[in-house]
């Protein structure tokens, strides 16, 4: 028996604090919980989920690029405060051949102007924003269509 396809769900910096973080625009979900309705969800569409966070810009490359040696069939991506900075994270997206998904609780867009650009986004296949933790669930609805 094959092992079911894997979606790397890669979350970048302070979102471990999500549930206390700024609860009004963040939610109370920790990542955590958003991770166990992921797995869930994952299991009745016939996936598996491997969920990472981290504080460092690094990191969430590295995994970008084992994601792709390790033949994901998706990448769910919220880059926190990366998504408005990261070059280096853009060119990752960009030299792999594996989906990349980006997600975020909020709504950039409607937050401060510096938070309106996105690096991530332009690289990405697809995007969901603003439906708190549920942009996850609809991310990982359509990395399971792909």
């Known amino acids: 028996m094959s092992e079911l396809p894997v979606i790397f769900v890669l979350s970048g910096p302070n979102l471990n604090l999500?549930?206390?973080?700024?609860?009004e625009?963040?939610?109370?979900?920790?990542?955590?919980?958003?991770?166990?309705?992921?797995?869930?969800?994952?299991?009745?569409?016939?996936l598996r989920i491997d969920c990472r966070?981290?504080?460092?810009?690094g990191a969430l490359i590295d995994w970008l690029h084992e994601a792709?040696?390790?033949?994901?069939?998706?990448?769910l991506l919220n880059g926190g405060g990366y998504t408005h900075t990261s070059v280096a994270i853009h060119d990752a997206i960009k030299s792999i051949r594996v989906p990349v998904?980006?997600?975020h609780l909020s709504d950039p867009q409607t937050r401060e102007s510096?938070?309106?650009l996105s690096y991530i986004g332009?690289?990405?296949a697809a995007h969901f924003a603003g439906h708190g933790a549920d942009s996850y669930m609809l991310a990982l609805d359509a990395a399971a269509r792909l």
């Open 122 to 124: 332009m690289a990405a």
């Open 53 to 57: 966070q981290t504080n460092h810009e």
């Open 25 to 46: 625009i963040y939610g109370h979900d920790t990542l955590d919980d958003i991770h166990a309705r992921l797995t869930d969800k994952a299991a009745t569409l016939g």
């Open 18 to 23: 999500l549930g206390t973080r700024e609860p």
């Open 68 to 75: 792709h040696f390790a033949g994901a069939k998706a990448v």
């Open 114 to 116: 510096f938070r309106h």
């Open 101 to 103: 998904i980006e997600v």
